[in-house]
């Protein structure tokens, strides 16, 4: 049966999360919510509210908006979501799989409580 949450290895191998305590990663890991999506499935629409952040664990994914067309692809270790959650602002990118993937992501609670602090100015 496949796992529905993530796990603190994966999320480890995430760079942005690596540097993160372990018991905080074990708290995250288990409010993080995987999933396997189909290629063509689109995870996040550009203009739509945002409430999730997302890691990809395995596969390829598209990211791309109207201005510019595809922008960039990403693999295993990256993540997206964070800007409408950080702002408060709609999806500036739509993310859509191009092989099968799997990813994990959190609602806006989880990441105000465990990520927003990553992606606080370091000033």
């Known amino acids: ?41 689109v995870l996040v629409r550009e203009g739509e509210p945002g409430d ?7 596969g390829m994914l598209s990211v791309s908006n109207s201005a510019m067309g595809r922008r960039d692809v990403l693999r295993p270790g990256d993540y997206f979501g964070e800007v409408s959650l950080a702002m408060d602002m709609p999806r ?8 099968p ?11 105000d409580e465990f990520l927003r602090p990553l992606f606080a100015d370091d000033a």
């Open 52 to 58: 999730r952040f997302f890691v990809v664990f395995a």
């Open 1 to 41: 049966m496949p796992r529905s949450s993530a796990t603190q290895h994966e999320l480890a191998r995430v760079e942005l999360l690596a540097g993160l305590p372990g018991e905080t990663l074990m708290k995250l890991a288990k409010r993080m919510e995987r999933q396997e999506v189909a290629p063509g499935t």
């Open 101 to 111: 993937a799997v990813v994990a992501s959190c609602d806006r609670e989880t990441f």
């Open 92 to 99: 500036t990118a739509t993310v859509s799989a191009i092989t």
